[in-house]
């Protein structure tokens, strides 16, 4: 394409023509891949290492809007890091502003969304003196203090029982890393050589994003990349405005519901009602619960990124910048659990904001089933067992879990799957059980869990973990352990969750079914997860008596189970 030479520190400015655009498109998001990559390769904790919760991106140097985040990233930090972007802005403003070589580290999930654990690194990039854009990094710290070893803490009524909170501070100023602030951070961590890792992992990947915008601008010039980025953010707003205009105009309701908070065992509901007016798209969330005294309240940036997430599932070929919000209207009342304030606690978002991806997708699967999955399992099982090795030295296993995928208009759902905010995987059974003194009993599909339908749901999974050393305790904060996840289209609903536990009398079940604090083990005593599967995708006499046959033969489904969803007749095509 040629070099642009820039002349007395003005760059020339290319016609900004299709094919100029996706290259420019796609060596910018491969900046950010790199960035996830270099994070991926050089944290220490699994949950960024093999789990790769973590994100990277390019922000507007004004407001903090997204400009460009890499596949590999956590699709829920597409939205709420504009928020954290914003916020060190607004902090950099009120001290003078930004210089070359700082670097801002937070973790308040009031001011950058999610929760504690996601600490957030933010840098300035400057070019020829004036600031481009802001670089950023964001990944799941193993652990920030706070009462539960891991940091999701299902009793928590504030904040600060969940972690350590830090506001925006700068980590590195002027290039110059401030060890103090870092010897506060790693001070109130139960693994600091850990988090150590995981931050230096963290500002590698910033010093890597600065080397490949240098050497991006200095091929093709800030003015000509400045103007891709702004023509990139107006087709994502046009490409959404023509994908809701091809729907019809009307208003659709949904409703489904939390367990309970962990601390009052009442359900919470997640209203929302979808509306189309022609290339305008409202959501409402009017209707559902107020703030609870447990940990699964939202901030308002975390509801907000989370419908990003349903959209970008909806339409999938939409790109993941900030024009996609343009056209969408969010209300999300004040006081509700989707928009808490400081210090209310927030550790379990991952639960509410997969409850609210189901009610819009069963909201939207009203106007355009075809466009639209039944639920997936919709809980992280976030289980964390923490204890002392012989030596005395500190572990903490922290992981999540997978269920079964929503039925598909096309296809079955997919079986043991990752949550659908994320592309987070499964922490491999190898590296947990390398890592920890415990051993993985069963990990294996769960039968009968999937949702019926044409298309029935995937299946969600046994875990069967047994501990090792001579004791520990495990904390579980689940969801989905009373309201099974939904099929759309007229399929059926999969299977609840199911957790229990061993002791010196037997098994038990949490009192709350989905959450609890402080399950004491002894050394051969177990903890078994039974997660979700899928809800199906329309009715369940359309699907063919060959496909339920094949279910049966290979195990996903027990016979009286198949004749009770589907009846008999798969029995005259089985084998």
């Known amino acids: 394409m040629g070099q642009i030479r820039r002349e007395a520190g003005h760059d020339a400015v290319r016609p900004i023509d299709p094919i100029l655009l996706a290259i420019l498109a796609g060596r910018m998001e491969q900046i950010a891949d790199e960035m996830d990559a270099t994070l991926f390769r050089s944290a220490f904790n699994p949950i960024i290492a093999e789990a790769h919760d973590a994100s990277h991106g390019l922000y507007h140097p004004d407001t903090g809007e997204t400009l460009v985040q890499g596949k590999n990233g956590l699709p829920i930090f597409v939205g709420v890091m504009a ?326 208009p096309e296809n079955d759902g997919l079986n043991h799957g990752s949550a659908p905010i994320s592309m987070a995987t499964i922490p491999p059974v190898e590296i947990l059980e390398a890592a920890y003194p415990v051993a993985f009993r069963q990990w294996a599909l769960r039968p009968d869990s999937a949702g019926a339908g044409l298309h029935r749901g995937g299946l969600g999974a046994v875990y069967e973990i047994e501990l090792l050393e001579e004791k520990a305790e495990a904390f579980f904060f689940g969801e989905r352990g009373k309201f099974p996840p939904r099929g759309v289209a007229g399929g059926g609903d999969a299977a609840v969750n199911r957790f229990r536990f061993q002791q010196d009398d037997g098994w038990h079940t949490p009192p709350m079914i989905s959450k609890m604090l402080g399950i004491r083990l002894k050394r051969g005593q177990r903890v078994r997860l039974e997660s979700p599967g899928g809800g199906g995708y329309g009715p369940p006499s359309a699907r063919p008596a060959s496909a339920i046959a094949r279910d049966v033969e290979l195990g996903y489904l027990s016979p009286s189970v198949a004749d009770a969803c589907y009846g008999t007749a798969w029995r005259e095509v089985a084998p």
């Not at 001290?95 to 690194?121: C, K, Y």
């Not at 590195?172 to 870092?182: A, E, K, P, T």
């Open 83 to 408: 928020f954290a972007v914003k916020a060190v802005i607004d902090k950099a403003a009120a001290e003078g502003g930004p210089q070359d070589g700082d670097v801002w580290i937070f973790n308040d999930a009031h001011l950058g969304g999610t929760h504690l654990s996601d600490m957030r690194l933010v840098r300035p990039y400057f070019r020829d003196g004036e600031l481009f854009c802001w670089l950023a990094s964001v990944g799941h710290w193993h652990d920030l203090g706070g009462a539960v070893p891991g940091n999701y803490n299902p009793s928590a009524t504030e904040a600060y029982q969940e972690a350590v909170v830090i506001p925006p501070v700068r980590l590195v100023r002027g290039g110059d890393l401030q060890s103090d602030i870092l010897d506060i951070i790693l001070r109130n961590t139960r693994l600091p050589q850990s988090a150590e890792g995981d931050v230096n992992g963290q500002l590698s990947a910033l010093d890597l994003g600065v080397r490949r915008l240098d050497a991006l601008l200095d091929e093709y010039g800030a003015a000509t990349v400045r103007a891709a980025l702004a023509a990139l953010t107006d087709r994502a707003e046009t490409l959404l405005r023509n994908e809701v205009a091809a729907l019809p105009d009307g208003r659709w309701e949904a409703v489904d519901y939390l367990d309970n908070d962990g601390i009052v065992d009442e359900p919470l509901p997640i209203r929302v009602a979808l509306e189309v007016s022609g290339d305008r798209l409202t959501l409402d969330f009017s209707g559902t619960a107020g703030g609870v005294s447990g940990p699964i309240n939202i901030a308002r940036p975390t509801a907000i990124a989370c419908v990003y997430v349903a959209i970008k599932h909806i339409f999938p070929t939409l790109p993941a910048n900030a024009g996609v919000m343009r056209p969408i209207d969010i209300r999300i009342p004040d006081g509700s659990l989707l928009a808490a304030e400081f210090p209310t606690p927030t550790g379990g978002y991952t639960e509410t904001i997969l409850r609210m991806i189901d009610v819009i997708f069963a909201a939207a699967a009203q106007a355009a089933p075809d466009r639209v999955v039944a639920n997936a399992y919709g809980t992280i099982n976030a289980l964390s067992i923490a204890g002392r090795r012989r030596d005395g030295s500190r572990w903490v296993m922290f992981s999540f879990y997978g269920g079964g995928h929503g039925g598909t």
